[in-house]
């Protein structure tokens, strides 16, 4: 018995629907897939992106001193930036590296001395080894039994020279790459910088024709709000750098200027990077005495109350609305799934997020009156 032709194209639709219903599946499935799979080299554009960014949006303030051309002002604002980097590589270079081996040197110990001091309590440290048992273990066979002089064997000699090899390879394969994508960031933001317009037609060519007036209003909001962001966490980064230095050279505490480097530039991830800052400074203060600590905790707590209620709220505004609880879960699920990049970058990538739902949910009130 034929089919009636309502039916027909009543069943041709439901065929057509799985069909587009499978497709879409299948394409979500392999979008997630490459992420997962390239998620390093995603966030590292990514990185990129975010710097060139940062240099367009220093340009512009400098635009509104002076009317030169783009390319001659992002030339001054980048050795500019170069000529600070190297200042102070110049002038504190051999005082950082001094202070951040002193550094690394007191907080091991502070970590070890926190152990036994849990350890004397009655509280279980098993987890928290510090000391390698391997070499706790060679130490106690070494003092039980006596030295002996033989040679060692041309295996032994052999394993010995391998793992050497190995482990020089993993280092300067590990230098190399963390030189590289440094590289490469500072590449891909010199290179979006220098001609933001030209990216900024290719995005909104890759969108289809009667969608690109939506897709410029997105582009044009995330890249306004990213700009915003970036300048008030320069500025917010700056004045923890400085004001925990200065307070830390206050109250005595050794690595003062690398302490207040680390915390400026842990400001940059918000929440989980103010506990971290706040971590290191209180056990880099615990070899000063147990009032040097205090004095260091009571600044940490200024600092960080200064950039959430003063800083923050000053500088950036409402350019990212987000609240503190969602920030932090969202980190987190990043930080699991992807690692510090994840971690890092998660607020930029919020920032987004949040443009777009910002965006539609304008628009669906007016989408919603239209028919009637």
Not at 5 to 15: G, T
Not at 191 to 220: E, M, N, W
Not at 253 to 262: A, D, H, K, R, T
Not at 341 to 346: F, H, N, P, V
Request: glycine share 8%; charged share 10%.
């Amino acid at each position: 018995m034929p089919l009636s032709p309502d039916r027909r194209e009543a069943r041709n639709d439901l065929a057509w629907a799985i069909s587009v219903g499978g497709i879409g599946v299948v394409v979500f499935a392999s979008l997630l897939l490459f992420a997962w799979t390239f998620a390093t080299t995603l966030f590292l554009i990514f990185a990129g992106v975010l710097l060139g960014v940062a240099l367009n949006a220093m340009t512009q303030l400098f635009g509104r001193v002076v009317g030169w051309p783009h390319s001659l002002r992002l030339v001054i604002v980048c050795l500019v930036l170069a000529g600070l980097l190297s200042g102070v590589i110049f002038l504190g270079g051999t005082t950082i590296a001094q202070q951040a081996t002193a550094l690394s040197d007191t907080i091991k110990s502070q970590l070890v001395n926190v152990k036994a001091f849990l350890d004397r309590n009655g509280i279980d440290t098993s987890y928290f080894e510090l000391a390698n048992p391997a070499s706790g273990s060679s130490a106690s066979t070494s003092a039980s039994t006596p030295p002996t002089h033989n040679l060692p064997s041309a295996g032994a000699l052999a394993s010995s020279g391998g793992a050497i090899v190995s482990q020089t390879l993993k280092l300067l394969l590990g230098t190399l790459s963390a030189v590289g994508n440094f590289f490469i960031v500072i590449f891909l933001g010199l290179t979006f910088a220098a001609q933001p317009s030209v990216y900024r037609k290719g995005l909104l060519y890759l969108a289809p024709a009667k969608h690109r007036a939506r897709a410029t209003v997105i582009i044009d909001q995330i890249s306004e709000t990213l700009e915003r962001w970036l300048i008030a966490q320069i500025a917010v980064m700056t004045a923890v750098f400085a004001v925990t230095w200065l307070g830390l050279a206050i109250i005595g505490i050794p690595g003062s200027f690398i302490l207040g480097i680390q915390a400026g530039l842990l400001a940059f991830i918000p929440t989980i990077g103010a506990i971290v800052a706040g971590l290191i400074v209180v056990l880099a203060s615990l070899a000063s005495g147990w009032v040097a600590a205090a004095s260091a905790l009571v600044l940490f707590l200024g600092v960080h109350a200064l950039e959430s209620y003063v800083l923050t709220p000053i500088l950036q505004r409402q350019a990212l609305d987000i609240p503190p609880a969602t920030l932090f879960a969202f980190q987190i699920l990043l930080g699991v799934v992807f690692g510090i990049w994840g971690i890092s970058l998660a607020l930029p990538l919020m920032a987004i997020v949040k443009v777009l739902i910002d965006h539609f949910k304008a628009e669906a009130p007016v989408a919603d009156a239209s028919p009637a």
